[in-house]
C-alpha cells in the first residue's frame, strides 16, 4: 500500500473515531461529518502531488481555517445547550 493510501486510511478512521466521540458530547451531527469530510480532504490534499502552482498548498492552507471554524461552532453549539 502507497504512503498515500496509508495517510487517507488513517485519517478516516481518526475521523470515524472522533465523530462517535464528538457527536456523544455535541449532538452536532451535521458540524461532525463536515469536520471528517474536511480531514479527508485535508488527507488527499496532503496526498496529492505538490507542483499545482501554488493552488494545492492554499487549498489545504483554507481546509485548515475551515477546519478550526467547524470546531469553534461545535464548540460554541455547545455553550448555549
Known amino acids: 500500500m502507497n504512503r498515500a493510501k496509508s495517510i487517507v486510511i488513517i485519517c478516516t ?19 461532525q461529518a463536515a469536520l471528517v469530510a474536511l480531514k479527508q480532504a485535508k488527507a488527499a490534499l496532503e496526498a496529492a502531488t505538490p507542483q499545482k502552482g ?9 481546509t485548515d481555517l ?15 445547550r
Open 13 to 31: 478512521i481518526l475521523g470515524a473515531f472522533a465523530l462517535g466521540h464528538l457527536t456523544a458530547e455535541s449532538r452536532q451531527p451535521n458540524m
Open 54 to 62: 501554488g493552488h494545492r498548498q492554499k487549498a489545504m492552507e483554507y
Open 66 to 80: 475551515a477546519i478550526d471554524q467547524v470546531v469553534r461552532g461545535i464548540q460554541a453549539a455547545n455553550l448555549n
